[in-house]
């Protein structure tokens, strides 16, 4: 079936600090690939997307690019800030399905 | 826009009792979905809609009923509640590939 792994967290970085959380995915059909962030006490919101290989996804100074090789969509930014605190959510949608597959989420936490 | 929105935020049942978790959506959204999401698991699909009369499960649709009679609404029905039911649960509506969550929604079954 379809899958989505994210790397273990948490993740601790300081300010300014150098970002990447990888996410790697096994699917059925062709995907669309997704980071979601989930700031405390709300709910998700769509970061980036990529719908097909080799694409650039980015966002608020977040990048990802699709990797049909790799099967990787590795979410990266150059320099964190506290703001930036969150559990970040890789996901995929098989092109024409209806679901969203979730990665398990990786939790970071920025510190001054 | 309101967007998503769900009540109640926060919920406590004891076993045994039914409530109704209710989502709504002001973009005319044809697809919506519930997800519940508990930690270190990710957020797993329970049921979902592509429009008005027509509903299908997700991957934990066990202890949970749905029903779509408008593009608006698409309330979550806990028939008697289960301790393994304590979660955060989130509805989604999405428009082509963006998908917009609601705030949540945290149960708690003691």
């Known amino acids: 079936g379809d899958s989505v792994t994210q790397m273990e967290g948490p993740v601790t970085l300081s300010e300014e600090a150098f970002l990447t959380i990888n996410c790697t995915y096994t699917?059925?059909?062709?995907?669309?690939l997704f980071w979601y962030v989930q700031y405390p006490g709300e709910g998700l919101q769509l970061l980036l997307k990529?719908?097909?290989?080799?694409d650039k996804g980015s966002n608020k100074g977040f990048e990802a690019t699709y990797r049909k090789e790799t099967t990787s969509f590795h979410l990266e930014k150059g320099s964190v800030q506290v703001s930036d605190s969150a559990v970040y959510f890789c996901a995929l949608r098989i092109q024409g399905a209806q679901k969203l597959v979730f990665g398990q989420g990786t939790r970071l936490t920025i510190n001054p | 826009n309101a967007g998503v929105t769900q009540t109640p935020k926060f919920q406590v049942l004891k076993t045994g009792q039914s409530m109704t978790l209710q989502c709504a959506q002001d973009?005319?959204?044809?697809?919506m979905s519930w997800y519940r999401q508990d930690p270190g698991m990710g957020l797993r699909l329970i049921h979902y809609?592509?429009?008005?009369?027509?509903?299908d499960q997700g991957e934990v649709p066990n202890g949970y009923n749905v029903s779509r009679s408008t593009t608006e609404d698409f309330p979550l029905r806990l028939l008697s509640a289960a301790p393994s039911q304590t979660s955060v649960y989130f509805c989604?509506?999405?428009?082509?590939?963006?998908?917009?969550f609601g705030p949540g929604t945290r149960l708690t079954v003691t």
């Open positions: 809609s592509v429009g008005a009369g027509i509903t």
């Open positions: 973009m005319n959204h044809e697809y």
């Open positions: 990529a719908t097909k290989a080799d």
């Open positions: 989604a509506s999405r428009q082509l590939d963006e998908q917009y």
């Open positions: 699917a059925t059909g062709y995907p669309s």
